[in-house]
């Protein structure tokens, strides 16, 4: 009887263990999905942000700059940038914006 219970007890903490186990797992993996979130489609998103500017290839050089930094492109030819602050925050050198 004493060895019924104590097999039963040890599977109770095994399965519970592995439940744990499983549980952080989970989160681990949630956590990376949500930390690097998915990647856009720079090329597509750049060529639809820069198809009416007068330097296609300038504008998709530094809007393809930009959206490798943060990963998103504001909607629209032109503005928008609140839509995306960390692309609109992006300055050269002197100080001008650098994205499109």
Known sequence: MAISKALIASLLISLLLIQLVE???????A??????S?????????????RLSSRPRLCKRACGTCCAR??????????NQEMCPCYASLTTHGGRRKCP
């Open 38 to 50: 998915k990647q856009i489609d720079c090329d597509g998103a750049c060529a639809a942000r820069c």
């Open 70 to 79: 943060c990963n998103c492109v504001p909607p629209g030819t032109a503005g």
């Open 23 to 29: 549980a952080d797992q989970l989160v681990t993996s």
């Open 31 to 36: 956590s990376k999905g949500t930390g690097a």
